[in-house]
């Protein structure tokens, strides 16, 4: 299973990492839902390796970065990402404090799952948002990723 989740994380990252260029690229013309959008899937991504690894979160859920440091934060995900894929069980249960205070438990493979759609949720909200803006969406679905 970890050759699944490894492969499910490279495309997530291949996919921001296309993401965050271009909109780096198109800085000018954004709008701020995008940046929220955007800093938002790199956010809640670190949180949730940092449960799982029982470290100290370093963001809020809805905290913005500007554009320059998204590759860098996505970078260290991955990296901690793949950490978690490396040295922990997939079936072990991860307890956690949610943003808000509550107390849940929930088994890895599950929070790993939700982590890649997360992504690809937002992702695909940011290609909204682009479109609305005159500007091209990025193909970002997984069966066109695999094809290349």
């Known amino acids: 299973m970890n050759d699944f989740f490894l492969d499910k994380f ?8 296309e993401m965050i260029a271009y909109l780096v690229q ?17 956010n809640a991504h670190e949180i949730w390796t940092t449960r799982i690894l029982k470290e100290a979160t ?6 913005l970065h500007d554009y320059a440091s998204l590759a860098k934060i996505d970078q ?25 205070s509550e107390a849940f ?17 937002h992702r695909a ?7 609305s803006l005159k500007l091209n969406p990025l193909v970002t679905d997984y069966v066109f990723y695999k094809r290349q």
Do not use: A, G, M
């Open 105 to 121: 438990s929930n088994v890895l493979n599950e929070i790993l799952f939700h982590i890649v759609n997360h992504s690809s949720y």
């Open 10 to 17: 490279q495309y997530t990252f291949d996919k921001n990492q």
């Open 58 to 63: 370093q963001f809020s859920v809805w905290q």
């Open 26 to 42: 198109n800085e000018s013309e954004l709008n701020e839902k995008i940046k929220i959008l955007i800093s938002h899937i790199l």
């Open 125 to 131: 909200q940011i290609n909204s948002e682009l479109k």
């Open 76 to 100: 260290d995900n991955f990296q901690r990402t793949k950490k978690i894929l490396e040295e922990k069980n997939l079936d072990e249960r991860v307890d956690y404090i949610t943003s808000t």
